[in-house]
């Protein structure tokens, strides 16, 4: 039986690099029984058929796991924007942030295409509230080199809204790459989506990187979220007024006393970090206990 990582999950078949071979494997029937399904970054166990292709055995304990990306056990989630077309909103960031810390992944803000708008003021809201922040330029090279040690020897996940440029930056990362990229829309200033699977690339940094279907704000509303009491922790920079509201059970969305609204009015916590926070803390409180727990034993 040999050891390896899921590169990429396509039409049934799972491909395993055991690290000096990808090995197309069918998944065995007891994973379907289990109601587990190996996901792209899962080390696994398989077993190597005569034929040159694999049957995987077993799927190893995972460090977090995503749906939207489908990838598991990731080190660093690169959240891809822009404040040129399409300028991305920063609700988009501020919910893949708090998924990736409820899943205890790391979260690193790459403002992509300064060459045609700084990124300056989207770069700021980020650097406050404590997250590395990165401003590039796939068209340029601009901050590529800065982009390629913070990924070196992890493995990580590129995600972002439609056209923000995820696949263009992974090209301009490796020369070999020819990923496929998509034309912005002029009419609805919005990308189209180019990458239609998860794959882990191998870069010659030593990272394992994914390039992950773009999303639009509909689909943001379909991913998992944390419960509406876990929310605030996955707020950084809310952690030093934790505790100090009037009251115990504070909210934090307009309860009088409250700390991190202060803060909020200080200008220690941007306001649209807030907003974020309180859009995704109604979300969160209307998602019924018998249906969260119905998601979770999907």
């Known amino acids: 039986m040999s050891e390896g990582v899921i590169r990429k999950a396509l039409s049934g078949f799972y491909y395993v690099d055991d690290g000096a071979h990808v090995v197309a494997c069918r998944a065995r029937g007891k994973h379907r029984h289990a109601g587990l ?4 970054g899962d080390r696994v166990r398989f077993t190597p058929l005569e034929n040159g292709a694999g049957a995987l055995d077993e799927i190893l304990p995972r460090k977090n796991e995503f749906y939207r990306p489908a990838v598991a056990n990731i080190d660093l989630l ?3 924007a822009s404040q040129a077309v399409p300028v991305t909103d920063p609700f988009l960031i501020d919910r893949v942030a708090a998924i990736a810390a409820a899943r205890g992944c790391e979260t690193l803000v790459c403002v992509n295409k300064c060459d045609l708008e700084s990124g300056d003021e989207l770069a700021a809201i980020y650097e406050k509230a404590g997250f590395p922040t990165l401003r590039v330029s796939a068209q340029t090279g601009e901050g590529l080199e800065e982009l390629r040690q913070a990924i070196a020897g992890r493995v990580c996940a590129f995600t972002g809204n439609s056209g ?3 696949s263009s930056i992974l090209n301009a990362l490796e020369v070999d790459f020819d990923l496929a990229t998509g034309e912005i829309s002029d009419k609805l200033g919005r990308g ?8 882990l690339f191998r870069l010659s940094c030593g990272a394992l990187a994914a390039d992950t279907p773009g999303f639009s704000s509909f689909d943001v509303d379909k991913m998992e979220l944390a419960r509406k009491e876990e929310l605030q922790y996955a707020f950084r920079e809310f ?3 934790l505790g100090e509201c009037r009251f115990q059970d504070c909210a934090h969305v307009k309860e009088k006393g409250c700390a991190v609204l202060a803060a909020v009015k200080a200008g220690e916590i941007a306001p649209t970090r807030h907003q974020s926070y309180v859009r995704l803390y109604e979300q969160a409180k209307a998602i019924p206990d018998w249906e969260r727990k119905r998601n979770e034993s999907l």
């Open 37 to 40: 399904s190996p996901l792209v």
């Open 164 to 166: 923000v440029g995820k």
């Open 78 to 80: 690169v959240v891809v």
């Open 192 to 199: 189209r989506h180019t990458t239609r699977h998860v794959e």
């Open 239 to 241: 952690a030093p007024y």
